[in-house]
């Protein structure tokens, strides 16, 4: 088969033939589709990150695929099915805290990169191996664009924070990073799920006036100054009431004062979930104040990434058309060109905008 492969850190993709992947046991071998590429993929690939992959390897996280063939466990996947493919691979030998690698692009810990040796590569491949609990089935729609349904692989992400933070109908929700692309898709994810309120803060106007013009008064945008007392003061009255939960997804370049800001908005017995990057390139730590989490009950809660069950809730949202794909500006380019999708991926991360490789013909 045909991949693209990370050779080294600081180098292009080189797309070159490489050994098909064969099913083991609790596994699956799939034909990719489509797979969205990440607006900071560039900056992965180029070592600026600091992801624990290995090269060579194959990058991509997840994808819609057919399969091609099933392990001899599987009891329901045929071949030929349609599937979205998770990237976010769990050990099996621990319920309680497993081990975690994304798969073709990073992981936590010795666990994990133990986890990401086996499962190597991801899935800017024509094929890719992945394990069968990672594989989950779409409706027949989705087989008339794969290439927006990629999109999964980045509306998941913000799902699962939502579901971390127990987000309820009618309820105020302040995602902090809501002009990014992981930080829109909460905004559009939150309405889906009945937030009465999104409040959205950020710099960038023009995403504001975008998000403002596509959802309607249920939006809340709040330009940010950088003063953190005048935007605290702000974003407390786009709420125009208690601000339930705060959604933090800013990206590894935001300096901690911004998620301080957001996250000293919610009302006492209020969420705070952190999904983003904030420190993890240095710079200052996220520094809550002992006293106000103590005295006002307020929950603070990391998430990286998402549960399982975040796959089927997702794709039911999709398939609903409650969170509806049809607004989004897709990208595709095919496996050679996949330099090219990295670059225009970096210069195309607003709202709602889709970089997509195409592996393979359907």
Not at 153 to 170: K, S, T
Not at 327 to 336: A, C, I, N, Q, T
């Amino acid at each position: 088969m045909r991949a693209a492969v990370l050779t080294r850190f600081g180098a292009p993709l080189t797309v070159r033939e490489v050994p098909d992947p064969e099913a083991g046991g609790g596994e699956v071998v799939v034909r990719v589709l489509a797979a969205c590429v990440a607006p900071y993929a560039a900056e992965v690939f180029g070592g600026e990150r600091k992801y624990p992959l290995v090269p060579p390897v194959v990058p991509g996280i997840g994808g819609v695929a057919r399969v091609v063939q099933v392990g001899p466990d599987a009891t329901r996947l045929r071949v030929g099915d349609l599937v979205w493919c998770d990237c976010t691979v769990r050990s099996r030998d621990d319920a309680l805290t497993p081990d975690i690698t994304l798969q073709g692009w990073s992981s936590r810990g010795e666990g994990g990169a133990r986890l990401a040796r086996y499962l190597h590569d991801g899935s800017f491949a024509e094929l890719m191996r992945v394990p069968t609990e990672n594989v989950y089935p779409l409706p027949p729609a989705a087989g008339d664009d794969p290439a927006r349904w990629a999109a999964l692989g980045v509306h998941v992400i913000p799902y699962g924070g939502l579901l971390a933070g127990g987000l309820a109908a009618g309820e105020t929700l302040l995602v902090s990073g809501a002009t990014g692309n992981l930080g829109s898709s909460a905004v559009a994810l939150a309405l889906a799920m009945g937030a009465g309120r999104v409040v959205a803060p950020g710099r960038n106007r023009a995403a504001l006036d975008l998000l403002a013009d596509r959802f309607g008064p249920r939006v809340r945008p709040v330009p940010l100054t950088g003063d953190e007392a005048d935007d605290r003061a702000a974003m407390a009255a786009a709420g125009d009431g208690p601000i339930d939960m705060v959604l933090d997804l800013l990206p590894p370049s935001a300096p901690s004062s911004v998620a301080h800001t957001a996250a000293m908005t919610v009302r006492e017995y209020g969420r705070v979930v952190l999904m983003g990057g904030v420190g993890m390139l240095g710079g200052d730590d996220l520094a809550l104040p002992y006293p106000w989490l103590m005295r006002n009950s307020v929950t603070v809660r990391g998430q990286w990434m998402y549960p399982r069950t975040a796959n089927v809730g997702i794709i039911r949202l999709l398939a609903s058309g409650a969170l509806d794909l049809a607004p989004e500006r897709v990208r595709s380019f095919g496996l050679d060109a996949v330099n090219e999708a990295v670059a225009y991926a970096a210069s195309h991360g607003g709202p709602f905008e889709r970089t997509v490789l195409v592996p393979s013909a359907r």
